[in-house]
């Protein structure tokens, strides 16, 4: 079962900063997961949230700010004041810290309560640039995005994002047009776990930080987790 190291290290770093980032590029996890916005001047940014309240010293929504805006809060000490500095990364900035690792790239396109006009081209644009495009999995909770998405690059592998359990999962990711299920952890045990795994499709689960659950997941067949502790994880899972 691979892992994914979830908004960087969210466990034991701040979550979606290049500290985070610099310090998952050298795990030997399989990939990294992080999440992606667009500013108000239609530049993209990674961050979780739709605002910046949680996890900086400012406060409003991205829509709404530009990027030098954006730039001018501290996005390290909310966490601890020893990261005190970071900003909020482009995504740019963070695909030059993967550009030359082994790390499969999870781009969460966060576009579930705000539509972000264009988003999908901007992020095509770059990663063929930085010639990513086949060590890329785009996901989205927005599934119109993700179906967008795969008209206008049917060679780079995308994901549906998805809370509960699904019926009939390959019928509706054939629909979407996504060729893996990214999924809250818990619907792996339910009969519509075997079915997804039986797919043939990648069947990703998040957010695993127990030792217990990554075990039980291993067991059944899942292919990956997402993880906030991706060090530790790593350990527990090739300790024998
Ligand atoms: O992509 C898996 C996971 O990151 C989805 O949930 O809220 O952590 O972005 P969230
Ligand atoms: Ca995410």
């Known amino acids: 079962m691979k892992i994914y190291a979830h908004r960087g290290s969210a466990g034991t770093l701040p979550e979606n900063t290049i500290a985070s980032f610099r310090a998952t590029a050298i795990l030997p996890v399989h990939g990294v997961e992080f999440d992606v916005h667009m ?12 605002s910046i309240n949680r996890t900086s010293n400012g406060k409003g929504f991205i829509k709404d700010m530009t990027l030098a805006e954006l730039k001018s809060y501290d996005f390290g000490e909310w966490f601890s004041t020893k990261f005190k500095g970071e900003k909020i990364p482009t995504l740019r900035e963070v695909l030059y810290v993967f550009k030359d690792t082994h790390h499969h790239l999870n781009i969460e ?19 063929k640039e930085y010639r990513l495009e086949r060590r890329v999995v785009i996901s989205s909770f927005n599934h119109e995005m ?7 690059a049917p060679q ?3 994901a549906i994002l998805f809370m509960e359990v699904m019926i009939r999962p390959d019928d509706y990711a054939n629909i979407v047009g996504a060729d893996a299920l990214h999924a809250f952890f818990p619907t792996a045990f339910r009969a519509m776990g075997k079915e997804a795994i039986a797919s043939g499709r990648q069947f990703r689960v998040f957010t695993v930080n127990e030792e217990i659950y990554a075990n039980m997941l291993q067991e059944i067949g899942v292919h990956a987790i997402f993880t906030d502790f991706p060090e530790r994880m790593y350990q527990f899972l090739n300790r024998r």
């Open 146 to 152: 993700v179906s967008n998405f795969k008209m206008q």
């Open 156 to 158: 780079i592998e995308t």
């Open 39 to 50: 500013t108000k001047d239609g530049e993209l940014v990674v961050i979780h949230d739709e």
């Open 109 to 127: 396109l966060k576009s579930d309560v705000f539509p972000y006009e264009g988003m999908e081209d901007k992020v095509l644009e770059m990663l």
